[in-house]
T-cell receptor, first 112, second 111 residues
Framework: EAEVAQSPRYKITEKSQAVAFWCDPI?????LYWYRQILGQGPELLVQ????????DSQLPKDRFSAERLKGVDSTLKIQPAELGDSAMYLC??????????FGPGTRLTVL | GQQVMQIPQYQHVQEGEDFTTYCNSS?????IQWYKQRPGGHPVFLIQ?????EVKKQKRLTFQFGEAKKNSSLHITATQTTDVGTYFC???????????FGTGTRLQVFP
């Protein structure tokens, strides 16, 4: 069964460093989402792509976060510089028709 | 902005007991989805409800969408240890693809 791939699975970094996360959605899924999930809370949408275009990045802290999906397939989320409060699980999801979302295993970020 | 709340936050039950989680949106929804997240895992889609008053069943799970399309519930009959996890509802408004996830209900089942 097709799955959403994410790497790395775990990342430990020091504050002020740069980090990057990668996501490969299910083949053929035009819509890609990046979520942040703080322990004990629900996922919060950071950015949504339709093909290579951003359709919603209203909750993305643009002073330090950036996301791209250059060829409309895989995507990268970057944080520079990382802050202590960025420690969370970063989840990538994809969907075919804006309904059911398929989530990847996530990247757990710890900022020291 | 749109908010989605769930109650209870935690529920501990004995295996075989029933369980219900309730979801309430601050705004009328186009549809509502339910996801399950096992400890250490990622959210997995369970179901989507679209119509006012809709009721759907999946084996021991019963999902309901309120008449006003602002609330929903998930009921599990005769819980099993495999039901352990956090259940999230996620609401989608009109003219948007954005899903707003609820606060989640964490279910623990004791054998």
């Amino acid at each position: 069964e097709a799955e959403v791939a994410q790497s790395p699975r775990y990342k430990i970094t020091e504050k002020s460093q740069a980090v990057a996360f990668w996501c490969d959605p299910i083949s053929g899924h035009a819509t890609l989402y990046w979520y942040r999930q703080i322990l004990g809370q629900g996922p919060e949408l950071l950015v949504q792509f339709q093909d290579e275009s951003v359709v919603d990045d209203s909750q993305l802290p643009k002073d330090r976060f950036s996301a791209e999906r250059l060829k409309g397939v895989d995507s990268t989320l970057k944080i520079q510089p990382a802050e202590l409060g960025d420690s969370a699980m970063y989840l990538c999801a994809s969907s075919l028709h804006h309904n059911e979302q398929f989530f990847g295993p996530g990247t757990r970020l710890t900022v020291l | 902005g749109q908010q989605v709340m769930q109650i209870p936050q935690y529920q501990h039950v004995q295996e075989g007991e029933d369980f219900t989680t309730y979801c309430n949106s601050s705004t009328t929804l186009s549809n509502i989805q339910w996801y399950k997240q096992r400890p250490g895992g990622h959210p997995v889609f369970l179901i989507q409800l679209v119509k006012s008053g809709e009721v759907k069943k999946q084996k021991r799970l019963t999902f309901q969408f309120g008449e006003a399309k602002k609330n929903s519930s998930l009921h599990i009959t005769a819980t099993q240890t495999t039901d352990v996890g956090t259940y999230f509802c996620a609401g989608q408004g009109f003219n948007t693809d954005k899903l707003i996830f609820g606060t989640g209900t964490r279910l623990q089942v004791f054998p």
